[in-house]
Every structure is written in structure tokens, then in C-alpha cells.
T-cell receptor
């Protein structure tokens, strides 16, 4: 079955530590995205990548970094520079050429104390 | 900058009633999406609307798109408790291949 896998599901870190969230897809999609969701809020775009070895900042990129070395993988690093990292992080991928929607992973809930 | 606004943000209704959620967006777009999210879960795609006048229906949910008015509606007919969730609309920034989401409408359906 094709899909998007995010890991881990829950992540706990101390303030000042960098942490990397994993996102892997086997849908053969060119484009991948990271969104952040805070309680009771909508989704805000952190970074996106439309092709391997290229990515662009979204609306709230400060304190985050990404890489896109393989088509299947788009890991997100939450750095110590991110002031309020505790949130629900959702990874998505899309083909765009086939008019299908973005497909979302199951999310990673990050708690930083 | 594309802005997407939903209303209402919170909706509590009784089973059996009908209601409509509205999604307005600020700039030209070809595509509009509706998603459902259950508490603590990911987003599930409901509808993809690709052209002016598009209407799609699935069960008790029907979505429509008016690109001239920059408005989409999600209509719920004879609501049942299982439809309780948060509903998001999202709009594609034309040519940019990225979605901008509305704030979400938290729908609670009471028996």
C-alpha cells in the first residue's frame, strides 16, 4: 500500500536540543511539505520541496531546517532557535499533475520542556 | 498573499439538521480542497474541486465551488454524530503547488 510514514508518533525533548522528524513516502510524488498545527488552529507551512535537492521556505521557516536528498524522504529538523517548538507536525506529499489532493502522514506530536 | 477564511469556526448542531460551512479566499485559484480531521489524527481528503461550478457529493456532505465569488461551501444534510470533526478548506496558490489552509471549522453534532 502506498502512503506517507512519519516517525516517531510522539517525541519529547528538552529545551535547547535539536530534534529531527522523519517523513518517508512511497507514492512517487515529486512534492513534499511540512506543516505545523497548534491546538485549535489551522495548518501553517514550514518548508516545501518540489524536486529532489531543492526546497523553499514556507510561512514559518525560522528555527527549522530540511533536506531533500532522496525523492522518498523529507526530514525536518527543529532547531534550538525555534522559540515555541511544541506542536503537531504533519508531512504531506503531492503529485499535482493528476489533480489529486495532498496526502498526509499521521503526524508527529513534539513536546519540548 | 493568499488568505483563506472559514466560517463559522465553531458549530454545534443537532442530529438531523442541515448546515453549511463557508470558505472564502482572497486571490485567484483553480483548485479547492476539503479535508476532515478527527481529534489527534491526520487529515483525510474529502473533496477536490477543480473548476467553477464544480459540485461533489459523498453521503451527507456536498461541496461546491464558485471561483468568481472566491467561495466554496460544504453542506451537511441531516447531520449524524459520526460527522463530528474539524473541517478544513485549502486553496492552491496558482502555479506555486502549495496549499494555504483555512482556520478550520470545529463541528460538534449532538444526539
Amino acid at each position: 500500500d502506498g502512503g506517507i510514514t512519519q516517525s516517531p508518533k510522539y517525541l519529547f525533548r528538552k529545551e535547547g536540543q535539536n530534534v529531527t522528524l522523519s517523513c518517508e513516502q512511497n507514492l512517487n510524488h515529486d512534492a513534499m511539505y511540512w506543516y505545523r498545527q497548534d491546538p485549535g488552529q489551522g495548518l501553517r507551512l514550514i518548508y516545501y520541496s518540489q524536486i529532489v535537492n531543492d526546497f523553499q521556505k514556507g510561512d514559518i521557516a525560522e528555527g527549522y531546517s530540511v533536506s531533500r536528498e532522496k525523492k522518498e524522504s523529507f526530514p525536518l529538523t527543529v532547531t534550538s532557535a525555534q522559540k515555541n517548538p511544541t506542536a503537531f507536525y504533519l508531512c504531506a506529499s503531492g503529485g499535482w499533475t493528476d489533480n489529486s489532493p495532498l496526502h498526509f502522514g499521521n503526524g508527529t506530536r513534539l513536546t519540548v520542556t | 498573499e493568499l488568505k483563506v477564511e472559514q466560517n463559522p469556526l465553531f458549530l454545534s448542531m443537532q442530529e438531523g439538521k442541515n448546515y453549511t460551512i463557508y470558505c472564502n479566499y482572497s486571490t485567484t485559484s483553480d483548485r479547492l480542497y476539503w479535508y476532515r480531521q478527527d481529534p489527534g489524527k491526520s487529515l483525510e481528503s474529502l473533496f477536490v474541486l477543480l473548476s467553477n461550478g464544480a459540485v461533489k457529493q459523498e453521503g451527507r456532505l456536498m461541496a461546491s465551488l464558485d471561483t468568481k465569488a472566491r467561495l466554496s461551501t460544504l453542506h451537511i444534510t441531516a447531520a449524524v454524530h459520526d460527522l463530528s470533526a474539524t473541517y478544513f478548506c485549502a486553496v492552491d496558490i496558482k502555479g506555486a503547488q502549495k496549499l494555504v489552509f483555512g482556520q478550520g471549522t470545529r463541528l460538534t453534532i449532538n444526539p
